[in-house]
C-alpha cells in the first residue's frame, strides 16, 4: 500500500462528535414549538418538534352551529398538517446546518433528501 493510513483515532473522535452534534439537533427539533393554522387563522394547533399536538385554538365563531362540525374537522386537520409540514421543513434545515458545520465531503450536504 502506497500513502498514508488513516488515522482511526481521529477518524472515530470526528464520529463520535458527530453523534453527539446529532444528538443535541435532534434534541433541540423535539423541543421546538410550530403554529399551523387554517381557515385564515380560525384555527390554529402548536405542535411540537415530535409532532404532538401541545394546544388547539378554535375561533368562536366557528363553535355556533351544529352543522359546521364537518368544515371544523377538516380545518383542525389542515391546521395540524399545516404544523407538521413546518416541522419537516426546520428538520431538513437543522441537518443541512449541521452537516456544513462538520464540514463533511461534498455531496452529504443534501441530507435527508
Known amino acids: 500500500m502506497t500513502g498514508q493510513q488513516p ?5 472515530m473522535e470526528q464520529a463520535k462528535q458527530m453523534q453527539d452534534k446529532m444528538k443535541s439537533v435532534q434534541e433541540r427539533i423535539t423541543s421546538l414549538e410550530v403554529l399551523g393554522e387554517a381557515g385564515g387563522g ?3 394547533i ?7 399536538a401541545k394546544r388547539v385554538e378554535i375561533s368562536p365563531t366557528l363553535l355556533g352551529e351544529e352543522d359546521d362540525a364537518d368544515m371544523l374537522e ?4 389542515a391546521a395540524i398538517n399545516d404544523a407538521s409540514q413546518k416541522i419537516e421543513a426546520m428538520t431538513k434545515d437543522e441537518m443541512v446546518k449541521m452537516a456544513k458545520d462538520m464540514q463533511l465531503p461534498e455531496g452529504f450536504e443534501g441530507m435527508g433528501e
Open 46 to 52: 402548536t405542535l411540537n418538534g415530535a409532532h404532538q
Open 7 to 11: 488515522d482511526f483515532s481521529k477518524l
Open 74 to 77: 377538516d380545518l383542525v386537520a
Open 42 to 44: 380560525l384555527v390554529k
